[in-house]
């Protein structure tokens, strides 16, 4: 009954898609006469979930990476674009039409202290989302609660415990049951392991793997930790000032990354490194991220680019394909079409050695 | 690069012995921090790691007098320089808080009152131990912004702290904490809070601070890769006492306890190969009130046997020492098996499950 393991299943079908998806809030400008502004949280995003994969989404505080898995959810309104689900348009859907769409999208979020209800026991928590599905009768929701509690590596002894009784590790183990009690097709975790301390982290990182396998759930896997994404994710999205910079493989995004951005980003992720390896001198990028509500014109990244040209405050990137399963948003990405580091990017970092791929590292 | 070697005692900056620090509370007494003890040399970096809990902050504040509550004792020897932090009256700590030890914390808010410029509270804090006029020590603040990299310093230094971003924000941070040319830095989660592109620009900014200022810096991180990419020694802690310490390659490297390992091999890598699974630490970090009486992390360990009831002391070398009662011949060999075992049990995460192969039959439960 085991599916595949995660690296090795084929990409299935693309069960959630988001088309040019755009979220806007009011902003106020910084001064007090003005008009109003727009925050582009997310800015023009598409890209597709597919069966049984785990879509990584990665970027820094403030890159709308949050905003879009309340999106995908439809957790909120939509400003443009669409998103769809199972072929389905679900953009502009009611709350009631919503209802029976929700039992197959569900999220976990990322602070367990403040998403579960203090006042309230796990086993009530947990037979919420069940009684308003109309999962069964008393009976047979207080088994399912049971048996949830199992599947997260808790226990039924749990049920009449309250949040705080409750390690931060357990507690979203707890957030896990919830989003599990209808049987999702897709979970969105936002953020899932960052409050937890390392040796916590791992034990639900490997809870969210073996649900993965047992259930043949398909993850939208939202994380800021370079090392946390790579380590759940089949396929990478990394945005940037709401905007998808690149989309690729796991394996290949970290080994080439094909978006200036996703070079650096890399770069600055502190990593242990193996003995005998030579110390790696980061790429550091100047500045701060821009504020949202005043984009840069053309690509947002320009500011920061150490690669940026003219055209680069002229013309809005498209994502395009660059090389075999490689979609960049970049005039000038960091691969050929045959899928090597293109001239520009060995030229323009004399000090910074190629990232090691796992095979040099070996070699070493 | 740096000798990573321990300096000999004699010429350390800063010589902790025995450091214990615990509070009378209504559920019994807390040991909090349980006989630490480390030197840190002049120009090093000392990185203090562990998870929430392990007393790597309590430690810390208890060095400078930072804890003001009434139930808690410190106990032990710290030398800074020669004099005796612990023994030292209220007055004299305060004129070497800030002037010649400075701290920073992890969110840089609330390290700067919102009512005050940036500039403003910079210069109060260079005036507080130096004589200078207020002219001189607003320029002093100008170019204190300009060597941490904020740009246009001139015009900045006007802004409240609201009108910086959280980068600019610790970096302002730790210009007010350069101000007085401290010789020791203590940083506790200082990029905790920052993301990975910033962070990279904040510790490259401590990198040269201790080349042109001269400091030492005791960084206290629960982020493996940013002790790796910094440190020179690393100190292990859990449950308030030291795991294991040693100079940065000895420990990530060759690391000798089962902690070690195991925080080691539990977080996930960005450059390194992927693992299906990742070995996990069974349990959770103890709570101070119900810390093991032998050692501290026998109830989280897989190796766990009759010896561990036992408090196990720091030995196993000159420099690089851990606390655990393994056979040191034996633990690469133990510490390869217990990650194959990891891997392939898949265990679920809550549950201790020792194992017996340890010191032939005579294993725990």
């Known amino acids: 009954m085991r599916s595949p393991?995660?690296?090795?299943?084929?990409?299935?079908?693309?069960?959630?898609?988001?088309?040019?998806?755009?979220?806007?809030?009011?902003?106020?400008s910084g001064s007090l006469v003005g008009g109003r502004e727009v925050l582009r949280a997310v800015d023009g995003v598409t890209l597709e979930v597919r069966s049984g994969e785990t879509l990584g989404v990665v970027g820094e505080s403030g890159c709308g990476k949050s905003t879009l898995g309340r999106c995908l959810v439809r957790l909120t309104d939509i400003t443009?674009?669409?998103?769809?689900?199972?072929?389905?348009?679900?953009?502009?859907?009611?709350?009631?039409?919503?209802?029976?769409?929700?039992?197959?999208?569900?999220?976990?979020?990322?602070?367990?202290?403040?998403?579960?209800?203090?006042?309230?026991?796990?086993?009530?928590?947990?037979?919420?989302?069940?009684?308003?599905?109309?999962?069964g009768d008393r009976a047979a929701i207080s088994r399912r609660v049971n048996e949830l509690l199992e599947v997260v590596g808790l226990n039924a002894s749990h049920t009449d415990r309250f949040p705080h009784e409750f390690s931060g590790g357990q507690r979203q183990r707890v957030g896990i049951a919830r989003a599990l009690a209808m049987n999702p097709k897709v979970i969105v975790a936002d953020e899932p392991v960052s409050a937890l301390d390392v040796s916590i982290q791992a034990q639900v990182l490997n809870l969210f793997a073996d649900l993965q396998d047992e259930f043949a759930l398909t993850y939208v896997f939202i994380a800021h930790d370079l090392g946390v994404v790579r380590h759940v994710s089949t396929r990478i999205a990394v945005m940037y000032l709401g905007e998808v910079m690149e989309t690729a493989a796991a394996d290949p995004l970290y080994s080439r990354p094909a978006h200036p951005y996703t070079e650096a980003l890399l770069s600055a992720s502190p990593d242990l490194e193996d003995e005998g390896v030579a110390p790696r001198e980061p790429i550091l990028l100047t500045g701060d991220v821009p504020n949202p509500v005043n984009k840069p014109s053309g690509c947002p990244f320009r500011t920061r680019c150490p690669y940026a040209q003219d055209i680069c405050a002229a013309e809005h990137p498209t994502l395009r394909e660059v090389a075999p399963g490689r979609h960049v948003a970049c005039h000038f990405a960091l691969l050929t079409p045959d899928g090597n580091v293109a001239p520009h990017a060995l030229s323009a970092r004399p000090t910074t050695p190629d990232i090691p791929s796992p095979e040099a590292r070996t070699r070493q | 690069m740096p000798d990573a070697a321990v300096p000999?005692?004699?010429?350390?900056?800063?010589?902790?012995?025995?450091?214990?620090?615990?509070?009378?509370?209504?559920?019994?007494?807390?040991?909090?921090?349980?006989?630490?003890?480390?030197?840190?040399?002049?120009?090093?970096?000392?990185?203090?790691?562990?998870?929430s809990g392990s007393g790597k902050s309590v430690s810390m504040m208890s060095l400078l007098k930072l804890i003001r509550d009434p139930n808690a004792r410190i106990e032990g020897e710290a030398r800074f320089e020669g004099r005796d932090l612990i023994a030292m009256r209220d007055k004299e700590i305060r004129a070497l808080r800030g002037r010649e030890i400075a701290m920073i914390f992890q969110d840089p808010m609330t390290a700067m009152t919102p009512v005050y410029t940036v500039g403003w509270q910079i210069a109060e804090q260079i005036r507080t131990h130096e004589s200078v006029g207020r002219r001189a020590a607003h320029e002093r603040a100008i170019q204190l912004l300009d060597e941490v990299g904020i740009p246009d310093p001139g015009r900045r230094v006007n802004d409240y702290p609201h009108e910086f971003s959280g980068g600019m924000r610790q970096r302002a941070v730790i210009a007010m904490a350069l101000a007085n040319n401290p010789s020791l830095l203590i940083a506790d989660e200082p990029t905790t809070a920052l993301d990975v592109t910033t962070q990279a620009q904040i510790l490259a900014l401590m990198r040269r601070l201790r080349v042109d200022h001269g400091s030492s810096i005791i960084l206290i991180t629960h982020d493996m890769g940013v002790v790796f990419d910094i440190a020179d020694n690393v100190l292990v802690m859990y449950a308030g006492r030291a795991a294991e310490q040693g100079p940065k390659h000895d420990v990530f490297h060759r690391p000798r306890h089962p902690y070690t390992w195991g925080l080691l091999s539990s977080v996930p890598r960005p450059r390194a190969e992927r693992?299906?699974?990742?070995?996990?630490?069974?349990?959770?970090?103890?709570?101070?009130?119900?810390?093991?009486?032998?050692?501290?992390?026998?109830?989280?360990?897989?190796?766990?046997?009759?010896?561990?009831?036992?408090?196990?002391?720091?030995?196993?070398?000159?420099?690089?020492?851990?606390?655990?009662?393994?056979?040191?011949?034996?633990?690469?060999?133990?510490?390869?098996?217990?990650?194959?075992?990891?891997?392939?049990?898949?265990?679920?995460?809550?549950?201790s499950e020792p194992t017996d192969s340890l010191s032939g039959s005579d294993s725990a439960r």
Do not use: M
């Open chain 1, 5 to 28: 393991s995660r690296s090795e299943s084929a990409p299935g079908d693309v069960l959630l898609r988001a088309d040019n998806l755009s979220k806007h809030f009011p902003a106020r």
């Open chain 2, 8 to 51: 000999p005692a004699g010429d350390a900056l800063l010589e902790v012995r025995d450091l214990t620090v615990s509070f009378r509370t209504r559920r019994g007494l807390v040991t909090a921090v349980d006989g630490l003890s480390f030197s840190l040399g002049r120009r090093d970096v000392l990185g203090i790691v562990g998870e």
């Open chain 1, 80 to 135: 443009s674009g669409t998103v769809s689900f199972q072929g389905r348009d679900i953009t502009r859907l009611s709350r009631r039409q919503l209802r029976p769409v929700r039992r197959d999208l569900q999220l976990v979020f990322q602070d367990p202290y403040a998403s579960l209800n203090p006042r309230r026991r796990v086993g009530d928590i947990l037979s919420e989302p069940l009684q308003i599905h109309q999962y």
């Open chain 2, 275 to 351: 693992v299906s699974r990742l070995p996990t630490i069974p349990g959770s970090p103890p709570s101070p009130l119900s810390i093991a009486p032998g050692c501290p992390f026998a109830p989280r360990c897989r190796l766990r046997h009759d010896k561990c009831d036992e408090r196990p002391e720091l030995a196993g070398g000159i420099v690089h020492v851990d606390a655990c009662w393994l056979p040191r011949d034996r633990r690469q060999e133990l510490r390869r098996s217990l990650i194959e075992k990891a891997v392939s049990e898949g265990d679920p995460g809550d549950l």
